[in-house]
């Protein structure tokens, strides 16, 4: 590690383009936002009308305070302006990739000769708040807006609010018997799991590589690297025949071992959750292939999430291009209520056919996957009657 010292500012230098976070109250409170006025009627995850800066102080103990944006404009002109560039230059990379880059912060000082520098992280999921743009993009269309659900840190900050950290009456900073007590919290392996694959695949979908193949790429080092368990699931043999032969080079590839099974939804159910308490075991990921009303990927997913495993599913719809039966097979993937079965998501679409499958494949073993989406539990009711048939007419 090279490091350099710097003389910091006691300023954290934050961009925002989107309205969301810790400013929405602000906002909803009075209309401004670190006393810019801003459009009536913005809602969270709305996009602001230009980049706006919303320092904050840098405190050695306790939590950042806001400060106000004109005094250190005045104050840091140039800091400022380097601020809107760099936010700039990454909201363009990220965009390219996919991804709304949507607010950050930056922090700065002089060096020992006297020189500005960017110190600490820059663009990072710790510093940076970053969201799937397509997502975004449907989030606006909902009468009541949220943002959608973020690739940073926000899975441990979630964590700390609901352990009370954010609360003063419980742990005060400036108390060392609070701080002792925060420092005793243990962080769930679940959460430290969940915000590992988040890093790595927002990393992943800005850089187009992994972790492992960045260290070797650019830094020369030789990070080990894990050997995956693929399960691939068919709904029918026939369907192997549409493959073409992708299945040969997933076989010869890296993976420690793949495993395939022939499973026919509707017709073997029982089959199905033998699958997911015996053969499922171990697998990192599962691939589901076939076609028509392709039932199969959802229906793993469900039964693997209620067997408490957290073993992602991958959907692969197959059947001649523009027929009914490859349109009802991306439809069953597409249309799943949460969507909580991968898809291609980078450029909007199903993996399709023996291209798909490969990719598919490929993406399990040598790429990363998304994080696994909140499940919204949707309680049965049995033996109920509409309302709206005891309406008088």
């Known amino acids: 590690m090279v490091v350099r010292w710097l003389s910091m500012y006691p300023v954290e230098f934050i961009g925002r383009i989107c309205i969301t976070g810790s400013v929405l109250g602000e906002y909803q409170q009075t209309g401004k936002v670190y006393g810019a006025e801003l459009p009536a009627g913005l809602q969270d995850g709305d996009e602001l009308p230009s980049i706006l800066d919303t320092p904050t102080t840098k405190a050695e103990e306790g939590h950042d305070e806001p400060l106000d944006a004109a005094t250190i404009r005045g104050q840091y002109p140039e800091e400022t302006r380097l601020l809107i560039r760099m936010f700039g230059l990454i909201s363009a990379a990220a965009r390219e990739k996919g991804i709304l880059f949507v607010d950050s912060k930056v922090e700065m000082g002089l060096d020992t000769q006297g020189n500005l520098t960017v110190g600490d992280e820059i663009g990072t999921p710790d510093s940076s708040r970053f969201w799937d743009f397509a997502e975004w993009q449907k989030s606006r269309k909902a009468k009541e807006r949220k943002a959608p659900p973020p690739f940073d840190k926000q899975l441990v900050r979630a964590w700390g609010i609901e352990q009370g950290l954010n609360q003063s009456d419980q742990f005060d900073p ?45 830094l020369g080092v030789a990070l080990p690297r894990r050997r995956k368990i693929l399960a691939i699931v068919f709904g029918s043999e026939s369907d192997i025949a549409l493959l073409d032969g992708a299945l040969v080079p997933v076989y010869r590839g890296n993976a420690e071992r793949v495993e395939t099974h022939v499973i026919s939804c509707h017709r073997n159910l029982s089959a199905l959750r033998f699958f997911v308490e015996r053969e499922c075991r171990g697998a990192d990921v599962v691939v589901a292939t076939g076609g028509l009303a392709f039932a199969l990927p959802g229906v793993l997913d469900a039964l693997i999430h209620e067997s408490g495993r957290k073993v992602p599913v991958i959907g692969v719809a197959l059947g ?46 040598n790429g990363e996957l998304p994080p696994p989406k909140v499940r919204i539990e949707k309680p049965p009711q049995f033996n109920i009657v509409a309302a709206s048939l005891f309406q008088s007419r």
């Not at 959460?191 to 800005?206: D, G």
């Open 174 to 218: 400036e108390k060392p018997a609070d701080v002792a007590r925060a420092h005793q919290l243990v962080v769930p392996d679940a959460l430290i799991s969940a915000t590992t694959q988040t890093y790595r695949y927002i990393f992943w979908r800005l850089t187009g590589m992994t972790v492992e193949d960045y260290f070797e790429r650019h």
């Open 320 to 365: 001649k291009e523009g027929s009914e039966e490859l349109n009802a097979a991306q439809f069953s993937i597409s249309y799943l209520p949460g969507k909580p079965v991968v898809m291609d998501e980078i450029n909007g679409r199903v993996y399709t056919g023996a291209e798909g499958f490969r990719a598919a494949c490929d993406r399990a073993l």
